[in-house]
């Protein structure tokens, strides 16, 4: 646990308010799935699809992440550079999938 939240599993989506605490926990996520390699420059900005951080295989870890700690799914589609390549991008998709 965290600044008193939880970060995982369908009730993190609860507790979760607002988007700047979601970045912090997809950030955390996408930083274990890349084993901590892109640690310094990940921020809310950072082309993570389009700049090969986030590759085809840990896209795939990252939706299974986002549904057990947010329980939302995410569709393939949903998954474009224009909607899905940022930490901010990937919050306002789930907050728009929770809605």
Do not use: C, H, K, N
Not at 69 to 84: K, S
Request: charged share 25%; net charge negative.
């Amino acid at each position: 646990m965290s600044e008193g939240y939880r970060t995982d599993g369908p009730a993190a989506a609860e507790l979760l308010v607002d988007d700047a605490q979601a970045i912090t926990v997809l950030g955390d996520l996408v930083d274990r799935i890349t084993s901590g390699q892109y640690r310094d420059i990940i921020g809310p900005d950072v082309p993570l699809l389009s700049s090969g951080i986030v590759d085809s295989l840990a896209l795939v870890d990252l939706v299974e992440g986002i549904s057990e700690r947010f329980g939302v799914r995410l569709a393939e589609a949903d998954l474009g550079y224009d909607t899905a390549d940022t930490l901010r991008q990937l919050a306002t998709l789930v907050a728009d999938r929770r809605a």
